[in-house]
């Protein structure tokens, strides 16, 4: 069917301006699946940040020290306020929050599959901070980048937090790289858990990627998933040695010519596996959500009384 004459010219209008550089904000007009796109991805990353607050909320009561109980609560607030940072951006496009969460709680909507994993040990947090974290950063800084403003600018600010929450799990990485040899082999099991599903978190291949190609057109991806995947590792491998410790793939090499760390192949059927609901935690982390849903309730009910009660005084005032 022909595109109508006046949306063909909001769209060659609305694409001149993302090939110009500028950025679209929630008033502009955008074609319909640019906001789709856009309020997916920005609702699983919202989820993400959500839900993953439990894996490394599983450890606050557990910290070694109060030193560490401190920075671990600041980091899972930090969490919860990107969280909350990005359903604000999603609402800019039409969608309001509770409609988000009940995606999420009926198992519509996807949030990252690294948050499906569990958190054995002190050193897993560690390695979550330096690896999760630091994964994040990659796809994140070039996010800031993305064409749509409110998202954009949400990014900036994540960033800023994440890259301190990825020098604290490196230093407390470090402190264990350090320490007894049992400290070590913590480390070591730790890195080995989370090296594959880290990669993950970059998505499919771009073989494999049906909404890169409208993504990267649009410009709210500015790089794939595997030329973030491998930046990553290129970034991180370096941070390994200095740790001394083993990433866990016998394929891992550097090209010299190229200088990129080649790595060996992921398992997909992994990975699907804990998009279709088959991770060791994916059942674990829904119903953590639902019942904080549901003990949530009453403080859902008092907000709306409150605020309809002042709106109320207001119109008897304005009377
Ligand atoms: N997990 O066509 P593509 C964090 C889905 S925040 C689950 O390549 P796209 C901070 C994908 O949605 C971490 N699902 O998709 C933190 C799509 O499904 P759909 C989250 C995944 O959008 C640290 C399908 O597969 N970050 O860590 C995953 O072009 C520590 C096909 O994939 C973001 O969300 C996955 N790993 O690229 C918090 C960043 N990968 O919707 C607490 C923003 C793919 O068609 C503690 N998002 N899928 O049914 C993005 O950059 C992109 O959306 C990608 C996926 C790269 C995740």
């Given at each position: 069917m022909?595109?109508?004459?006046?949306?063909a010219a909001l769209l060659a209008a609305f694409e001149a301006r993302i090939a110009a550089g500028?950025?679209?904000?929630?008033?502009?007009?955008?074609?319909?699946?640019?906001?789709?796109?856009?309020?997916?991805?920005?609702?699983?990353?919202?989820?993400?940040?959500i839900v993953g607050m439990l894996p490394e909320g599983n450890w606050i009561t557990r910290?070694?020290?109060?030193?560490?109980?401190?920075?671990?609560?600041?980091?899972?607030?930090?969490?919860?306020g990107h969280g909350l940072y990005i359903y604000c951006g999603t609402e800019t496009l039409g969608v309001d929050r509770q409609e988000l969460?009940?995606?999420l709680l009926d198992g519509r909507a996807k949030y990252s599959s690294i948050f499906n994993y569990p958190t054995l040990t002190w050193a897993d947090v560690g390695v979550i901070g330096w690896l999760v974290d630091g994964?994040?950063?990659?796809?994140?800084?070039?996010?800031?980048?993305?064409?749509?403003?409110?998202?954009?600018?949400?990014?900036?600010?994540?960033?800023k937090e994440?890259?301190?929450?990825?020098?604290?799990?490196?230093?407390?990485c470090m402190v264990l790289s350090k320490g007894t040899p049992a400290q070590k082999a913590m480390l070591?099991?730790?890195?080995?858990?989370?090296?594959?599903?880290?990669?993950?978190?970059?998505?499919p291949s771009d073989t494999n990627s049906p909404n890169s190609a409208e993504l990267l057109k649009w410009r709210v991806k500015r790089k794939t998933n595997d030329e973030l995947r491998q930046r990553f590792v290129n970034l991180t491998?370096?941070?390994?040695?200095?740790?001394?410790?083993?990433?866990?793939?016998?394929?891992?090499?550097?090209?010299?010519?190229?200088?990129?760390?080649?790595?060996g192949e992921i398992d997909w059927s992994e990975f699907h596996a804990v998009l279709k609901g088959e991770g060791p935690c994916n059942h674990e982390r829904m119903a953590a959500r639902q019942a904080a849903h549901k003990e949530g309730e009453w403080v859902r009910a008092a907000a709306t009384a409150y605020a309809e009660k002042q709106k109320a005084r207001q119109a008897t005032a304005a009377a």
């Open positions: 022909p595109v109508p004459t006046e949306e500028e950025s679209i904000e929630p008033k502009d007009w955008m074609p319909e699946r640019y906001r789709k796109q856009l309020t997916r991805m920005m609702s699983q990353h919202a989820h993400s940040e910290a070694p020290s109060l030193r560490r109980k401190l920075s671990l609560l600041a980091k899972v607030q930090d969490e919860a969460t009940e995606q994964a994040a950063i990659v796809n994140q800084t070039v996010l800031a980048k993305a064409s749509y403003g409110p998202y954009a600018r949400a990014m900036v600010r994540i960033c994440e890259n301190f929450h990825k020098r604290q799990g490196y230093e407390v070591q099991d730790a890195v080995n858990r989370f090296w594959w599903p880290s990669l993950m978190m970059f998505g491998v370096p941070q390994a040695i200095a740790l001394g410790i083993t990433i866990p793939d016998p394929d891992l090499k550097l090209n010299e010519a190229t200088g990129d760390w080649e790595f």
